[in-house]
């Protein structure tokens, strides 16, 4: 499976930007994705993930309530919406799949990882 995440970019605090992760290669509609960020300097971190059937859903305290996970199994795609957002969200962005379709924070479960998109947020 190759993952691709797309739709980083510079935005000022307030803003909004949706970020997608096309899956290729096979499908991942039985695995269950997350988002994960890594600012600079520091460890990657988890964001959000969702099960195999986008029914449920987890968000990292911060993000909480501005960002929204969502899956289209049909086009191998899952989005995140992220809304109101800060300059602590500065990070590259990470879509990664697990084998399994449950929704899980652990980094550690995750099998494929995609190559990450940029998110700048300016003050």
């Known amino acids: 499976v190759q993952l691709q995440a797309s739709g980083g970019g510079l935005v000022q605090a307030g803003g909004s930007l949706s970020l997608s992760c096309a899956a290729s290669?096979?499908?991942?509609?039985?695995?269950?994705m997350g988002w994960f960020r890594q600012a600079p300097g520091k460890e990657r971190k988890f964001v959000a993930a969702?099960?195999?059937?986008?029914?449920?859903?987890y968000y990292d305290d911060s993000v909480k309530g501005r960002f929204t996970l969502s899956r289209d199994n049909a086009k191998n795609t899952v989005y995140l919406l992220m809304n109101s957002l800060k300059p602590e969200d500065t990070a590259v962005y990470y879509c990664?799949?697990?084998?399994?379709?449950?929704?899980?924070?652990?980094?550690?479960?995750?099998?494929?990882w995609g190559q990450g998109t940029q998110v700048t947020v300016s003050s």
């Open positions: 990664a799949a697990t084998l399994t379709g449950w929704v899980t924070r652990r980094q550690g479960d995750y099998y494929y």
């Open positions: 290669g096979r499908t991942t509609s039985t695995y269950g």
């Open positions: 969702v099960n195999e059937n986008g029914g449920t859903t």
